[in-house]
T-cell receptor
């Protein structure tokens, strides 16, 4: 079984400031890692994913994340946020493997609030 | 290319009734997943269908059921509705027969409200 912890339920930040949203996971097997964003009254949009290879992953909208296996973390970063980045961000893991491994396990989400 | 589409957008029911939610996956995707996003409970995996078969099920009672049609669209049925079933129900699809390295793409959800 896997679990995902997003320690910060809310992160307030000023526009053009950098931001880091933290994600830690627990799993007895190897996993794939994902970040999704949810804007108000919408579904989830994939920001980026880590499958293998370079531990620094770049995604859409200027976001990037770094996979740290020893610390079981996958923190999301953006060097300069915009008002339009205000949304809920979800970290998710998925067990590597075949048919039975296909569900996503989500963290509880982090609300990013960008202000002027 | 059209994304995952869900209908209806909103659904209002009363306790004890039955609800049917529909999902059309991205063209070419054979796997469909259902998740429940309830206030205070986060996103919980409900069901996974691939090639018309139920492949995996989350920790939900049997009154949550569904099916996948030959065109890979899917229905989620919730019987004997309870107040706690009020939530946003999200459908996702992926390619590759549910291979775990294939990302899931989500629709905008159906908001189910139980009065």
């Amino acid at each position: 079984a896997q679990s995902v912890t997003q320690l910060d339920s809310q992160v307030p930040v000023f526009e053009e400031a950098p931001v880091e949203l933290r994600c830690n996971y627990s799993s007895s097997v190897s996993v794939y890692l994902f970040w999704y964003v949810q804007y108000p009254n919408q579904g989830l949009q994939l920001l980026l994913k880590y499958l293998s290879g370079s531990t620094l992953v770049k995604g859409i909208n200027g976001f990037e994340a770094e996979f740290n296996k020893s610390q079981t973390s996958f923190h999301l970063r953006k060097p300069s946020v915009h008002i339009s980045d205000t949304a809920e961000y979800f970290c998710a893991v998925r067990e590597r493997g075949g048919y039975t491994a296909s569900k996503l396990t989500f963290g509880t989400g982090t609300r990013l609030q960008v202000t002027l | 290319e059209a994304g995952v589409t869900q209908s209806p957008t909103h659904l209002i029911k009363t306790r004890g009734q039955q609800a049917t939610l529909r999902c059309s996956p991205i063209s070419g995707h054979t796997s469909v997943y259902w998740y429940q996003q309830a206030l205070g409970l986060g996103l919980q995996f409900l069901l996974w269908y691939d090639e018309g078969e139920e492949r995996n099920r989350g920790n939900f009672p049997p009154r949550f059921s569904g099916r996948q049609f030959p065109n890979y669209s899917s229905e989620l049925n919730v019987n004997a509705l309870e107040l706690e079933d009020s939530a946003l129900y999200l459908c996702a699809s992926s390619s590759g027969k549910g291979q775990s390295n294939q990302p899931q793409h989500f629709g905008d959800g159906t908001r189910l409200s139980i009065l």
